[in-house]
């Protein structure tokens, strides 16, 4: 299957700091990138759905000033959390796709996670 | 929008065994049901995967069934080994939709 890579995979920060965590698709160009938080011992709960190019699309209750996504390239998306909180101390989790692969597997390509904390 | 439920929240099994995780989904326009196995610190990883065209699909030890009328469908691991403890997770999306609505998750421990 496609390679989704994530970086980094963990970071620690202070309250306050903002932190850019990238999301590659190494091996093919993804025009649609999507970011997942996960709590522990939870399901993975979307943020928002990015298409190269374009604004990011947020879920409901997602704040969009709060988490910033890009989508500048068809390989790579970053999504920044501005102003963390340890709150937001949470796992990320990226995946990737493109029109072509979705219309005809409808797969998915997960990255690795990074794991955020916010002291 | 698509609820999907997901059972048991864990499960226990002696190594050898079966196990099997049930999901219901809501909404009738769904077509794709993905599995996903996640372990500890990384990202889920698909196992195997459906569409509404097809009932039933194999690989290996890992099976998929799928009920369209009843809106369920399951994954069942024979044969289980320690390398299967994980958590997995079910997933749904409609036609030409790419986002998945995830189950809530099973912890399934294998017993050696």
């Known amino acids: 299957g496609a390679v989704v890579s994530q970086h980094p995979s963990w970071v620690i920060c202070k309250s306050g700091t903002s932190v850019k965590i990238e999301c590659r698709s190494l091996d093919f160009q993804a025009t649609t990138m999507f970011w997942y938080r996960q709590f522990p011992k939870q399901s993975l709960m979307l943020m928002a759905t990015s298409n190269e190019g374009s604004k990011a699309t947020y879920e409901q209750g997602v704040e969009k000033d709060k988490f910033l996504i890009n989508h500048a390239s068809l390989t790579l998306s970053t999504l920044t959390v501005t102003s963390a909180h340890p709150e937001d101390s949470s796992f990320y989790i990226c995946?990737?796709?493109?029109?072509?692969?979705?219309?005809?597997?409808?797969?998915?390509?997960f990255g690795e996670g990074s794991r955020l904390t916010v002291l | 929008g698509e609820n999907v439920e997901q059972h048991p929240s864990t499960l226990s099994v002696q190594e050898g065994d079966s196990a099997v995780i049930k999901c219901t989904y809501s909404?009738?326009?769904?077509?794709?049901f993905p599995w996903y196995k996640q372990e500890l610190g990384k990202g889920p990883q698909l196992i195997i995967d459906i569409r509404s065209n097809v009932g039933e699909k194999k690989d290996q030890r890992i099976a998929v069934t799928l009920n369209k009328t009843a809106k369920h469908f399951s994954l069942h691991i024979t044969e289980t080994q320690p390398e299967d403890s994980a958590v997995y997770f079910c997933a749904a999306s409609r036609p030409n939709d790419y986002k998945l609505s995830f189950g809530a998750g099973t912890t399934v421990t294998v017993r050696a």
């Open positions: 909404d009738s326009a769904s077509n794709y």
């Open positions: 995946s990737a796709t493109s029109y072509l692969t979705t219309a005809n597997t409808g797969e998915l390509f």
